[in-house]
T-cell receptor, first 112, second 118 residues
Framework: GIQVEQSPPDLILQEGANSTLRCNFSDSVNNLQWFHQNPWGQLINLFY???GTKQNGRLSATTVATERYSLLYISSSQTTDSGVYFC??????????????FGTGTLLAVQP | DTEVTQTPKHLVMGMTNKKSLKCEQHMGHRAMYWYKQKAKKPPELMFVYSYEKLSINESVPSRFSPECPNSSLLNLHLHALQPEDSALYLCASSQDPYAGTGGEETQYFGPGTRLLVL
């Protein structure tokens, strides 16, 4: 099956710093989601980005499907950005239903 | 509105108890999912309901019993759980259960239920 690896596994930033999180996947995909899981466990949709670049405030994401990776950029980080960031790709399961394969995650801690 | 709600937020149960987790969405989504997440791990898929029918069971032990009473509701019935079943249980929904490029398969997650089995 497809492998989805994220790097770095852990990241500590000072407030105001910028960072880039990477998601590599081992097979072609037609969709990719980025999530932020806050310290209370809520998984928040950040981007649906099968290809190209999208921006939402201080966050932006780029997926290069032909090279099998996606990047999540966080600029001017804030303490509220702390948590775990997951990328996830869907795979057809049994030929009929979507199964979301999650990456290994990046644990981000933003210090004041 | 992209909200999925889950109740309860926290649950403590003994190994002989029977309890249920509840998930609700009013986005008209036709696929609903249960995930289990252990600390410092990504969510693991347990069940998928597609158009109110169980379409994926990831070899989950029978002490977990899913139910989809209607297109908006998803329950997870728990019975005779083990301490290792303690985890965060997440519910999700998507407009369309099939992988594609239109975005309809984007999954939206509820806040989760933190379960502790004693």
């Amino acid at each position: 099956g497809i492998q989805v690896e994220q790097s770095p596994p852990d990241l500590i930033l000072q407030e105001g710093a910028n960072s880039t999180l990477r998601c590599n996947f081992s097979d072609s995909v037609n969709n990719l989601q980025w999530f932020h899981q806050n310290p209370w466990g809520q998984l928040i949709n950040l981007f649906y980005i099968p290809s190209g670049t999208k921006q939402n405030g201080r966050l932006s994401a780029t997926t290069v499907a032909t090279e099998r990776y996606s990047l999540l950029y966080i600029s001017s980080s804030q303490t509220t950005d702390s948590g775990v960031y997951f990328c996830a790709v869907p795979r057809l399961y049994g030929g009929a239903t979507n199964k979301l394969i999650f990456g290994t995650g990046t644990l981000l801690a933003v210090q004041p | 509105d992209t909200e999925v709600t889950q109740t309860p937020k926290h649950l403590v149960m003994g190994m002989t108890n029977k309890k249920s987790l509840k998930c609700e969405q009013h986005m008209g989504h036709r696929a609903m999912y249960w995930y289990k997440q252990k600390a410092k791990k990504p969510p693991e898929l347990m069940f998928v309901y597609s158009y109110e029918k169980l379409s994926i069971n990831e070899s989950v032990p029978s002490r977990f019993s899913p139910e989809c009473p209607n297109s908006s509701l998803l329950n997870l019935h728990l019975h005779a759980l083990q301490p290792e079943d303690s985890a965060l249980y997440l519910c999700a929904s998507s407009q369309d259960p099939y992988a594609g490029t239109g975005g309809e398969e984007t999954q939206y997650f509820g806040p989760g239920t933190r379960l502790l089995v004693l």
